[in-house]
């Protein structure tokens, strides 16, 4: 007989390597592996994504912070004109308030657009928009005296303080409104941090798990391919085979060892030699020569 060495293996550790080694197995490793791999894929798109509007959001909040620093600094520019208006008379110093005034509209409707999901915030800039109303309408009062030449009505409105109380809470709760945005700011900033973290480490779990589920599934593909090319001990005369310390039939160790199914037939060389015996079983006998087997 056909024999190749074999080291021993307890039957136990023979069922589990066959069951290692089934097609199920093997096949839902590399599907595993696979769909780990696209999870992988998929999970980064997400990141991406996920990263990409975290990053607007921190964008929009520093264009907030822009705003509300312009929105002061024409503040500041209107009344800087307006002091210079009323101790020289020129014209030429009311540039400053002239163009700053002109902006307050549009930079207070660009700060509504930005802020319109924080209520907190909304209410505070209507707040920053009558302080705003009121300085303006104390400054425009200042000018028009002094156009009068009206001088000394003009900077007794001025001492009387109403303007300065004004335009110090006008700064602060530009200040607060600043603060809240770099709050958020902060926050975003750390939320992106995080999530790329996360989002980083978990991707690389999965790609190392999807990695690892390959590997092994390809290494349990290539063992079963090397026992389906390992040769086997097979009975030279009666062609049966040894399995398990067990001879078997070849059917039944093929069916028993890698779940195959099977049918049967017969070659022409054994459909030529029955045929052959046949005739010769009936030459032999005379008396069985009207009987004569038919075969395919």
Request: glycine fraction near 6%; aromatic fraction near 6%.
């Amino acid at each position: 007989m056909i024999t190749t060495p074999m080291p021993h293996r307890s039957p136990t550790m023979k069922q589990a390597r066959s069951v290692l080694l089934s097609r199920p197995v093997v096949i839902t490793s590399l599907v595993i592996g696979v769909v780990l791999a696209a999870g992988t894929a998929l999970l980064s798109a997400v990141s991406s994504s996920e990263i990409s509007n975290a990053s607007n959001r921190v964008a929009h909040t520093q264009e907030t912070l822009l705003a509300i620093n312009q929105l002061r600094a024409s503040v500041i520019d209107a009344e800087t004109g307006q002091r210079g208006y009323i101790l020289t008379g020129l014209d030429t110093y009311l540039e400053p308030y002239t163009q700053a005034t002109a902006h307050f509209d549009e930079q207070l409707a660009q700060l509504r657009g930005r802020l319109v999901d924080s209520k907190e915030q909304t209410v505070m800039l209507e707040q920053v928009a009558g302080l705003m109303a009121t300085k303006v309408a104390e400054m425009s009062r200042t000018i028009e005296l002094r156009r009068n030449s009206q001088v000394g009505p003009a900077l007794h409105l001025i001492d009387a303080g109403t303007g300065l109380k004004t335009m110090n809470a006008l700064r602060d709760t530009l200040y607060t409104l600043e603060e809240r945005a770099l709050t958020s700011l902060a926050l975003e900033s750390a939320a992106v941090s995080r999530r790329a973290g996360f989002f980083h480490k978990f991707s690389l779990g999965m790609l190392i798990a999807a990695c690892a589920l390959g590997a092994t599934g390809a290494v349990l593909f290539m063992n079963r391919l090397h026992e389906l090319e390992t040769m086997i001990t097979v009975c030279a005369w009666t062609h049966r085979v040894k399995y398990q310390g067990k001879w078997v039939s070849f059917e039944e160790y093929l069916r028993s060892r890698f779940n195959l199914s099977f049918t049967h037939g017969i070659s022409e060389e054994a459909a030529k030699k029955l045929q052959m015996e046949a005739i010769e079983f009936v030459e032999t006998d005379p008396a069985k020569s009207k009987v004569r087997p038919t075969l395919p």
